[in-house]
C-alpha cells in the first residue's frame, strides 16, 4: 500500500513557524489515519537545505537585533497589496529552484507551509510545472498579512474568524479558508497551579512571573530582569533564555543577589508546565508563545514588539483583555504590581475565551480530508491509499 506523503515546509525564523509545523506533524501522526501517512518537516532556511537561504535567514535575524525599524519599512510595502504580490513574487523566483529540488526528493501528495517563502515558491514552481500535490498554507500571526496571499493555494488556515473574513473580502473563496487557531504541541494546560509548581521544584507560594523571548531569547530579557528588582513584593521569576546562552549568564549572575528568587532555563520542553506555574508572562509577543498563553489561561504583560506582524498580534491580546502592552517610555515594575494586585482573575477569563488549544487537531482533520479527496477518494472510514 502506498502511503500518503506530507510535506510541511518551514523557516526557522525565530521559534514560532518550527513549532507550528512540529504541532502540525504530531497532529497528523495522532490522526486515526496516521498509519497511512509519512509526514516530513523541512526547514527551508536551513544550511543543508540551501547556503543563500540561510545567509539571508542571519542577515535577517541582525537586521532585527540592530535595526528593527528596517523591517517595520519592508512590513508596510509588503503588506500593500499590490508591493505584497511583488515582494512574495520576489522571494519566490530565489527560492523556487530549491522548493523543486524538494519537491522532487519528497515527491509529496499535499504540502504544508507555515512561512510565506516557502509557500509563494511552491505555488509558483506548481503554475510552472504542474503538480498533482494540494498547497496548503498556515499564517502564524493574528493579522492577515499580503505576503501570504496567492491565488494558487488550495486552503488557508488562519487564527481568527475575523482574518478568514478579510480574505474573503479580498475575493478569497470561504470554502479555502479555515479559522482554526495557530496550533500549538500537545500539553496539559489543566495543569493546576500548585502541582505545576510542584513539578518544577517550587515550595514558596510566591507571585511567579514568566520571562520568554522566544527561541532565541530576544526582546530586551537582561533589561526585564534588572527592571523587576523595582517590584516591591518578592517574586519567583522563571526566566527563559532558549538558546541565547549569554542571557542565560546575565540572569544567573543577577539571581545570586536579587530579592527575588530567580530560576533560569535554557531551552525547553517544559514551556506549559511553566505556563501554568505562572501568574504572568512577561514576552515578545510572538504569534506562538502568546497561543499557549491563551491555553494555559496566563495573562500577559507585552514588550518590545518587532514592527510588523508582533505589533498586530499585540493589538488583538490587549483587544481581547488578556495582556496589558507596556509600550516605550512606561516602566515595567508599576505595571506588574498593577497587574498582580488588580486583574490576574480577569485577564485569565480573558485568556480561556481566546484559546484554541485543539487548533492544531482541526488543521490535521482539515488536511487529511483535502488530501483524501485531491486524492479522488470518498469521506469516512477508508484509509488514505
Not at 488578556?322 to 490576574?344: C, D, Q
Request: charged share 20%; glycine share 6%.
Amino acid at each position: 500500500m502506498e502511503h500518503a506523503r506530507v510535506l510541511i515546509l518551514t523557516a526557522s525564523i525565530g521559534s514560532g513557524h518550527t513549532r507550528a509545523a512540529e504541532a502540525i506533524r504530531a497532529a497528523l501522526e495522532a490522526h486515526p489515519q496516521a498509519d497511512a501517512m509519512q509526514v516530513d518537516v523541512v526547514d527551508f532556511m536551513a544550511r543543508e537545505v540551501s547556503i543563500i537561504h540561510y545567509l539571508m535567514k542571519r542577515i535577517y535575524l541582525t537586521m532585527l537585533r540592530f535595526v528593527p525599524d528596517l523591517y517595520d519599512v519592508f512590513f508596510r510595502i509588503a503588506g500593500k497589496n499590490t508591493s505584497g504580490g511583488i515582494v512574495r513574487g520576489a522571494f519566490a523566483q530565489v527560492m523556487v529552484r530549491t522548493v523543486g529540488r524538494i519537491i522532487q526528493t519528497y515527491d509529496p501528495h499535499l504540502i504544508v507551509a507555515t512561512h510565506p517563502f516557502p509557500e509563494g515558491a511552491a505555488a509558483l514552481w506548481r503554475a510552472r510545472h504542474g503538480g498533482s500535490f494540494a498547497l496548503t498554507a498556515l499564517l502564524t500571526d493574528y493579522a492577515v498579512h499580503a505576503i501570504w496571499l496567492t491565488r494558487n493555494v488550495d486552503m488557508y488556515f488562519v487564527a481568527t474568524e475575523k482574518m478568514a473574513e478579510d480574505m474573503r473580502s479580498r475575493g478569497f473563496d470561504a470554502c479555502t479558508v479555515r479559522a482554526t487557531g495557530i496550533p500549538i504541541a500537545p500539553a496539559d494546560y489543566a495543569l493546576e497551579r500548585r502541582a505545576a509548581q510542584e513539578r518544577i521544584g517550587l515550595s514558596e507560594d510566591l507571585p511567579t512571573l514568566l520571562l520568554m523571548g522566544g527561541g532565541l531569547g530576544l526582546g530586551g530579557m537582561d533589561r526585564t530582569v534588572a527592571a523587576l528588582e523595582q517590584v516591591k513584593q518578592k517574586l519567583t521569576i522563571l526566566v527563559v533564555a532558549g538558546h541565547n546562552s549569554a542571557l542565560a549568564a546575565h540572569a544567573r549572575t543577577a539571581a545570586q543577589t536579587s530579592r527575588h528568587m530567580i530560576r533560569v532555563y535554557a531551552y525547553t520542553d517544559e514551556v506549559s508546565v511553566l505556563m501554568r506555574a505562572a501568574d504572568l508572562l512577561i514576552t515578545k509577543p510572538g504569534a506562538l508563545t502568546i497561543s499557549e498563553a491563551f491555553a494555559a489561561e496566563l495573562p500577559l504583560l507585552l514588550h518590545d514588539p518587532i514592527p510588523g506582524p508582533e505589533t498586530e498580534n499585540a493589538i488583538y491580546a490587549t483587544r481581547r483583555g488578556a495582556a496589558v502592552w507596556l509600550h516605550p517610555g512606561e516602566h515595567m515594575a508599576p505595571a506588574v504590581e498593577e497587574i498582580l494586585t488588580h486583574r490576574i482573575p480577569e485577564m485569565r477569563r480573558a485568556a480561556r475565551l481566546c484559546a484554541r488549544e485543539k487548533a492544531a487537531r482541526e488543521v490535521a482533520s482539515a488536511l487529511v480530508d483535502l488530501l483524501t479527496r485531491k486524492r479522488g477518494h470518498t469521506h469516512g472510514a477508508e484509509k488514505i491509499v
